[in-house]
């Protein structure tokens, strides 16, 4: 009788897929990963983290919210199934993990936008281009060089993290080796807000998805302290709504991409189909974003005047 039991436990036993030590392997829908994220992107991917573990209540996703170049570099070294950040990896990267014999998959499932933030009694919310490149630039170190009628002194610039993907976005895309002496790094999102609705000559750079959900009593509490900046590359000053991002018009916008280590189909391909999927895609939508899949219904509202009303 003993060894029927134990001949049952062992049949059990090799039903399930178990790795090399014995243990359990997750599967697409239940189990626990790490991930590691951008702490820019932290809204939206709480968001899609409460929506999928709700889904899948034997599913837990541990998520590790840091700078972008960290994320990334524990993606690298296995310490993490997945990296949550806003660019595709390196050439040099992608060979770390081909010399380990990693696919690495990426997947771009929604889009975003770096929101420039100043101090609600600030009279001076709307931006040029380059003015942009100037004060990043170290070439305008005071309000009065943007604004001649400022009276609000030098100009402190404000961002999360010396490595994060903001840092580095607007490096890239404005051809910048460093940042000048007046910029600083308050460690967070959040920090950045709260250093801004504090510090009237500021001016701060944070991910949209931080004041982007009008449902969120945080994001909120955000917008009833600082102004978002409306930036213009042309003639026309743009915040970073939805329409501006999808018609590539918004200057700041930004791809959020899912890489993954994963060599089989486990948790972390779970996670990202359900980022992917209609579910997935309304949780981006809600936040304020731009979703990657899902269609998003743009409408147009004329502003000419009505003719004359005839009536029968």
């Not at 029927?4 to 239940?30: E, N, Y």
């Not at 998959?105 to 975003?112: L, N, Q």
């Not at 004041?211 to 000053?237: H, Q």
Request: net charge positive; hydrophobic share 40%; aromatic share 8%.
């Amino acid at each position: 009788m003993k060894y029927i039991s134990f001949l049952l436990v062992l049949i059990l036993w090799a039903c399930d897929d178990r790795d090399k030590k014995g243990q359990l392997l997750d599967t697409p829908t239940s189990g626990t990963i790490k991930i590691a994220v951008d702490e820019s992107l932290k809204p939206l991917m709480q968001a899609e983290v409460e929506g999928f573990e709700g889904n899948y209540p034997d599913a837990h996703v541990k998520a590790e919210y840091t700078s972008e170049e960290a994320a990334i570099q524990a993606l690298l070294k296995d310490s993490v199934r997945i990296a949550v950040v806003t660019r595709k990896l390196l050439p040099y990267e992608r060979q770390k993990l081909d010399s380990v014999k990693i696919k690495g998959t990426e997947f771009v499932f929604a889009k975003e936008a770096i929101a420039v933030i100043v101090h609600k009694d600030n009279p001076d919310s709307l931006l040029r281009w380059d003015q942009l490149n100037d004060m990043l630039q170290g070439k305008s170190t005071s309000w009065d060089q943007l604004y001649p009628s400022s009276k609000l002194g030098d100009l402190q610039i404000v961002f999360d993290h010396p490595r994060s993907g903001i840092v580095r976005y607007l490096m890239d895309t404005l051809g910048l080796k460093s940042l000048p002496a007046n910029c600083f790094a308050a460690n967070t999102n959040e920090a950045v807000v709260n250093y801004v609705a504090k510090t009237k000559n500021a001016m701060g750079l944070i991910g949209l998805s931080w004041i982007s959900d009008k449902d969120d009593p945080n994001a909120n509490k955000f917008l009833a302290t600082v102004k978002v900046v409306g930036i213009a590359r042309e003639d026309e000053y743009l915040k970073p709504y939805k329409a501006y991002i999808a018609l590539k018009k918004y200057p700041l916008s930004r791809s959020v991409v899912m890489i993954s280590r994963e060599a089989r189909t486990g948790l972390g391909s779970g996670f990202i189909t359900y980022a992917g999927s209609d579910k997935g895609q309304k949780i981006v939508l809600k936040a304020g974003l731009l979703p990657a899949k899902a269609p998003v219904r743009l409408v147009e509202i004329s502003r000419k005047p009505l003719g004359k009303i005839v009536k029968e």
